[in-house]
Antibody, heavy 120, light 109 residues
């Protein structure tokens, strides 16, 4: 059973950066395809990016290209999502989620979420 | 197009059957997966593939697909099923690898 534990809530000023962590247990990070999904207050889920096994690289939603970086530290089984040039519209709960890789693909495990508030 | 469309809200009487739908071109090529989200909680996978339930998901939840429409059916809805439900699939247009529907708020009356 995979468990994903994320870092705590953050408050940032516009223009700053935030780095959210996602610690994996039960499996090693190298066995997983980690993705990030966010949810603005009262809004739906929005896929941001993640590891694409077909290409063997991390892919990002075009909307976040140039502002987001997703990295992994396999020595600690921790994934990171860093978002820069923050604006008020980036206020949201950020989730890490693992993508099951098989005949069908789906997000089977989710972190508890990290609230990022962007406010001056 | 890289969109999945869901009805914003659906209601069902306690114990009755409700169908939540999701429409999009990508569903002609890929199965949808469905997620339940209760207030203040992370999404939980309830249906994936043709019609598969993860361990621990009650068998009153089922999935189906036809053409560009995927459906999540709850047979005998319970009070604890009141939640937001999101569909998700791979995107066939190539613009956005993964896409979520806008979500459906289910109210159990």
């Amino acid at each position: 059973q995979v468990q994903l534990v994320q870092s705590g809530a953050e408050v940032k000023k516009p223009g700053a950066s935030v780095k959210v962590s996602c610690k994996v247990s039960g499996y090693t990070l190298t066995e997983l395809s980690m993705h990030w999904v966010r949810q603005a207050p009262g809004k739906g889920l929005e896929w941001m990016g993640g590891f694409d096994p077909e290409d063997g690289e991390t892919i990002y939603a075009q909307k976040f290209q140039g502002r987001v970086t997703m990295t992994e530290d396999t020595s600690t089984d921790t994934a990171y999502m860093e978002l820069s040039s923050l604006r008020s519209e980036d206020t949201a709960v950020y989730y890490c989620a693992t993508l099951f890789l098989g005949e069908e693909n789906y997000f089977d495990y989710w972190g508890q979420g990290t609230l990022v508030t962007v406010s001056s | 197009s890289s969109e999945l469309t869901q009805d914003p809200a659906v209601s069902v009487a306690l114990g009755q059957t409700v169908r939540i739908t999701c429409q999009g071109d990508s569903l002609r090529s890929y199965y949808a997966s469905w997620y339940q989200q209760k207030p203040g909680q992370a999404p939980v996978l309830v249906i994936y593939g043709k019609n598969n339930r993860p361990s621990g998901i009650p068998d009153r939840f089922s999935g189906s697909s036809s053409g560009n429409t995927a459906s999540l059916t709850i047979t005998g809805a319970q009070a604890e099923d009141e939640a937001d439900y999101y569909c998700n699939s791979r995107d066939s247009s190539g613009n956005l690898p993964w896409v979520f529907g806008g979500g459906t708020k289910l109210t159990v009356l």
